[in-house]
C-alpha cells in the first residue's frame, strides 16, 4: 500500500513540475543548442557515448543544459551516478561519497560518477578532499559551474579536469525550445509572441519555458472558457505580462568581460558601443567607482595629449560619483565615455613610461648631470651643483639645447608624439627643437 501511495505521490508531482524539468532531454539528441560539444561527432558525445568520459568541468550560464548533460552521462554510462550540490555539501559528504566509490570499486570494479552542481562554491579544503579520487580515477567528477573556472576552482583540480565550456543559447535555439514547450502545455501563440519571449531569455532556456509556463497560465485566466479546453493561445500582451524585467547575468567572469568590452570600445572611438557596455556595467550594479577608475586610466593610456583635457573629464567624473551617486551619477560617467570615445587618440605616453622604465630596469642609467644637480643648499656650489646651467625662462623662445639625460642614455627617446588632434602641434614642436635621435637609440 505504501509503494502505490509513494507511485502515486510521483506521479501527481511529475504532473505538477515546472514546465523546465517536464521537458528535460532524455537523449543527446533532445538538447538544444550546444552541437559544438554534442552534436554528430563532437567531443563531448563521443565521449558519453563510448562511456570513457574523464573527469570534466562544465562552464556556462544559467540554463544552457549543464545539469541535463551530467544526467544523460548518468543513463549512458555503466558508473554509478551519485549528486551533490556544492552549495549544502560538506566535507564529511565528499569523504562518503570517496568511501563509496572505493567500496564499489574493489567489490564489483563498477566505477562512481560525482556530479558535483555550483562547484565554485566548494572552498578549497573541500576540492582539495577530491583530488586524490580524480587523480587516481577512482572517481569520476563532473563540475558545473556558471562561474569561470580559472577564477573559481584550485589549479590542481582544474588541470585534472577536462573543461567544456557551453554556450547561450541562441534566439532560433530558444525559438525551439519555446515551440516544443507549447506543445507540451497543449497551448499555441503568435508568431510575435514566441519572439518576444525567445529574445527576452537572454540565452537561458530554463528561464523561457518559465515564462511560457506564466504566459500560458495568463492567457487561460484571460480567456476562462479555454481554462480547461486546451489549446490556449497566448498572444503578445501574454507574453509582455509574463516577462519580468531580463535579470542581466553578471558574475566575476562578467566582471572582466564587460569592462574589458567597455575599454576597447573607448579606444575603438565607438561611443555607441562604449554606452551599451556602459549601461550593462550600470544595470547590473557594478561599483561606479570602478567605472570611474577605468575612465581616468583609459583618458591617459589610449587618449593621452592627442586631448589633454580627457584627464580632467574623467577625474571630474569620478568625483562627481563620490559627490552626487547614482542613479544620477550615470549621466556624469555617460558623459566622460562619449568624451573618451570621440577624442582623438594616442597611446605614445603610455608607450613612453614603459620604455622609460624598462631603460631604468635594464640599462645603466648613470648619475643626474651635474648642472641639473641641486645647488640650492650650502656647499652645493663648491661641489660644481648647478654649474653650466642654462636657465630656459632666459631666452626668449622659452627652452634652450641642453643635455637632461645621464650621460649613458643621451639620444634615447622615449616619447614620440602622433600626428592626432592636439598631438600634432606637441610632434612639430618636438621637430623643431630636438635633432635626430642616434642610430639604435630609440626603444
Known sequence: MGDLFTAAAEDELARRAPLAARMRPRSLDDIVGQTHLVGPGAPLRRLVEADRLSSVLLWGPPGTGKTTLSQLVATASAKTFVQLSAVTAKVSDVRDVIAGARQRLGERGVGTILFL?????????????????????????????????????????????????????????????????????????????????????????RQALTTLEVAVALAAVADPTERSTP??????????????????????????????????????????????????????????????????????????????????????????????????????????????????????????????????ADVPTGEVPTHLRDASYSGAASLGHGQGYDYPHGHDAGWVDQQYLPDELVGRRYYEPSQHGAEAEIARRQAERTPPPSTGTTP
Do not use: C
Open 231 to 360: 489549446p490556449r493561445h497566448v498572444t503578445l500582451a501574454d507574453a509582455e505580462a509574463a516577462s519580468d524585467i531580463k535579470s542581466l547575468r553578471y558574475g566575476r567572469d562578467e566582471h572582466y568581460d564587460v569592462i574589458s568590452a567597455f575599454i576597447k570600445s573607448i579606444r575603438g572611438s565607438d561611443p555607441d558601443a562604449a554606452l551599451h557596455w556602459l549601461a550593462r556595467m550600470i544595470t547590473a550594479g557594478e561599483d561606479p567607482r570602478f567605472i570611474a577608475r577605468r575612465l581616468v586610466v583609459a583618458a591617459s593610456e589610449d587618449i593621452g595629449m592627442a586631448d589633454h583635457t580627457s584627464l580632467l573629464v574623467a577625474e571630474a567624473a569620478a568625483r562627481a560619483v563620490d559627490f552626487v551617486g547614482l542613479p544620477e551619477a550615470r549621466i556624469n560617467l555617460a558623459h566622460a565615455t562619449v568624451h573618451l570615445a570621440t577624442a582623438p587618440k594616442s597611446n605614445r605616453a603610455y608607450m613612453g613610461i614603459n620604455a622609460a622604465m624598462r631603460d631604468v
Open 117 to 205: 552542481d555550483e562547484v565554485h562554491r566548494f572552498n578549497k579544503a573541500q576540492q582539495d578532499a577530491l583530488l586524490p579520487s580524480v587523480e587516481s580515477g577512482e572517481l569520476i567528477l563532473i563540475g558545473a559551474t556558471t562561474e569561470n573556472p580559472y577564477f573559481e576552482v584550485n589549479a590542481p583540480l582544474r588541470s585534472r579536469s577536462t573543461l567544456f565550456r557551453l554556450e547561450p543559447l541562441t534566439t532560433a535555439d530558444v525559438e525551439r525550445l519555446l515551440r516544443r514547450g507549447l506543445e507540451v502545455e497543449q497551448a499555441t501563440a503568435d508568431d510575435d509572441a514566441v519572439d518576444h519571449l525567445a529574445r527576452r531569455a537572454g540565452g537561458d532556456g
